[in-house]
């Protein structure tokens, strides 16, 4: 049996650069670079270990998807070049300022057109951050979803997880087909070799747009959100902190602070 593994990808505004609002509040995209979401490598890590691991006689084939602007393809690339085997890249221009229900509906949509048994999703993108995608994904796919894993593995026609909760630690189980999404205590993710970088320039990336996944303009785009932004207001920059020298009095002033603030 082949195991067809498809992992969603977001491509963000880099974390460390100045992020914005663009004038109708959806996110500026062109004002910082981007690139692979830092949280979606775990899930490309376990998706390449699970097809590494596969049962005796079988096979596997993993699937990067991204929803996004041109340079999305950078994101595909780099876990082309951890190792996926093929790519595919949903761009269109009606998609721009889409929310969670709109991007959802396009991924479905893409995952449908690639076949899957296994979806493997981040725990949440690093800008939007909802984390409520693959809940969605699974929804409208209409399978099972394991979410917010911290170890997974699939034998058996069925996905087997950890979820560490703050009360208890979960071990859940699905039957395949599912949707999984992992967190960024599932495994350290793979560093691209120079062989992999080399190999991810042949590997093939697919091109859709919305009419090749038979979704209508007005379903996606900032007409078909349901949710939008009302306002932004920067937040103000970080002040220098006040520096206490200890000249004997450091622990009433420390105490002088802290009750000041009512932490005691
Ligand atoms: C060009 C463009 C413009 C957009 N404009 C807006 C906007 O104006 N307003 C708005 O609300 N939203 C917009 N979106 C959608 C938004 O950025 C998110 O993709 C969507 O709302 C999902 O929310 P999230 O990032 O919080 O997902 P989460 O639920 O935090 O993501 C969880 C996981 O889902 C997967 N995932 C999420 N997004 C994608 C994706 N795009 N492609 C592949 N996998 C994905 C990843 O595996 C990720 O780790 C836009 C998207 C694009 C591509």
Redesign the pocket.
């Known amino acids: 049996m082949s195991l067809k593994i498809v992992v ?3 491509y963000v505004p880099d974390a460390t650069g100045d992020r914005g609002f663009t004038e109708d509040l ?2 500026d ?1 062109d004002a910082v670079d981007g690139l692979l ?1 830092e ?2 490598e775990y ?1 490309v890590e376990q998706a390449l270990r699970i097809a590494e691991n596969v049962e005796d006689g079988d096979d596997a084939e993993v699937t990067v ?5 041109e340079d999305a393809n950078d994101a595909l690339r780099k876990a082309l070049s951890m190792g996926a085997d093929k790519a595919v890249h949903v761009e269109d221009e009606d ?6 229900f709109g ?1 959802s509906l396009v ?1 479905a949509k893409a995952v449908e057109h690639v076949g899957y048994d296994l979806v493997v ?5 690093t ?8 809940a969605l994904l699974a929804e409208r796919l209409q399978v099972p979803q394991v979410t917010l894993l911290s170890e997974l593995s699939v034998a058996e026609g069925k996905v087997t997880g950890r979820r560490d909760g703050d009360a208890a630690t979960e071990r859940l189980q699905a039957a395949l087909p599912a949707v999984v ?1 992992v967190t960024d205590q599932s495994g350290e993710a793979r560093y691209p070799s120079f062989k992999g970088i080399m190999a991810a320039k042949k590997k093939p990336v697919e091109s859709l747009d919305l009419e090749d996944l038979e979704i209508e303009a007005e379903q996606v785009g ?1 007409a078909g ?1 349901r ?1 939008r ?1 009302e306002s932004a207001t920067p937040r103000p920059a970080r002040t220098a902190g006040e520096i206490v020298t200890d000249e004997g009095d450091g622990a009433k002033k420390l105490a002088a602070f802290l009750a000041e603030r009512k932490f005691v």
């Open positions: 969603c990808v977001k959806t996110t995209r979401s949280l979606d899930a998807v991204t929803v996004g602007p998609i721009l300022g889409s929310d969670v991007t991924l999703c981040g725990m949440a993108s800008d939007g951050a909802m984390g409520v995608l693959p999404s900032l959100s949710t932004v």
